[in-house]
């Protein structure tokens, strides 16, 4: 059980498009979905946080103009990555939990397996 | 800030070898500490973890103990398998009623057969 799934698992685009990365849970309602960011040998880095029918909370220093994100139902969340330039190329993961920010505890996460996004 | 920081991979052993993954983590206050583990092509899992100090989080053969003394969290496994071969993370949440991970760089292991 709780399965979250990520489409697509990689994407090529040119600079200065858009792209979207899907999230769903496929076996829970996913009250709150997270999205990381991680570049090469890098950490996990908390984008934003979103619960379920309400605007995201995103961390300092991410824009969130540029990383748009939907989360409409309980089982899907969108990143929208606008304009996308090169620099935006790295290894989005997102990740869902039962439970609605910022209440729950943090291991009641479950993640999916990422996508990676190259901006040529 | 608070941060974690891990050794460097890729880990190369050999089955049935110990494995210890360092991992070091720097938070005010009372972290609770854990290590997500990542097989290919899935998403990271929670592999155990460690809300107060001296706890030991175990799984799967896996152990780590929560040394406040020396802000570490390593982990260790008695006899690794061909089947760990994967990227370990260690990471802080702050605080046990937390939604925030904080994650290391993560530490890829390979076991040979």
């Known amino acids: 059980g709780a399965v979250v799934s990520q489409h697509p698992s990689w994407v090529i685009c040119k600079s200065g498009t858009s792209v979207k990365i899907e999230c769903r849970s496929l076996d829970f309602q996913a009250t709150t979905m997270f999205w990381y960011r991680q570049f090469p040998k890098q950490s996990l880095m908390l984008m934003a946080t979103s619960n379920e029918g309400s605007k995201a909370t995103y961390e300092q220093g991410v824009e969130k103009d540029k990383f748009l994100i939907n989360h409409a139902s309980l089982t899907l969340s969108t990143l929208t990555v606008t304009s996308a330039h090169p620099e935006d190329s790295s290894f989005y993961i997102c990740?869902?939990?039962?439970?609605?920010?910022?209440?729950?505890?943090?291991?009641?996460?479950?993640f999916g397996p990422g996508t990676r996004l190259t901006v040529l | 800030g608070n941060s974690v920081t891990q050794m460097e991979g890729p880990v190369t052993l050999s089955e049935e070898a110990f494995l210890t993954i360092n991992c070091t983590y720097t938070a005010t206050g009372y972290p609770s500490l854990f290590w997500y583990v990542q097989y290919p092509g899935e998403g990271l899992q929670l592999l155990l973890k460690a809300t107060k100090a001296d706890d030991k989080g175990s799984n799967k053969g896996f152990e780590a103990t929560y040394r406040k003394e020396t802000t570490s969290f390593h982990l260790e496994k008695g006899s690794v398998q061909v089947s760990d071969s994967a990227v370990y993370f260690c990471a802080l949440s702050e605080g046990d009623s937390s939604y925030k991970l904080i994650f290391g760089s993560g530490t890829r292991l390979l076991v040979r057969p």
């Open positions: 990740s869902a939990s039962p439970g609605r920010y910022p209440t729950r505890k943090a291991d009641t996460q479950y």
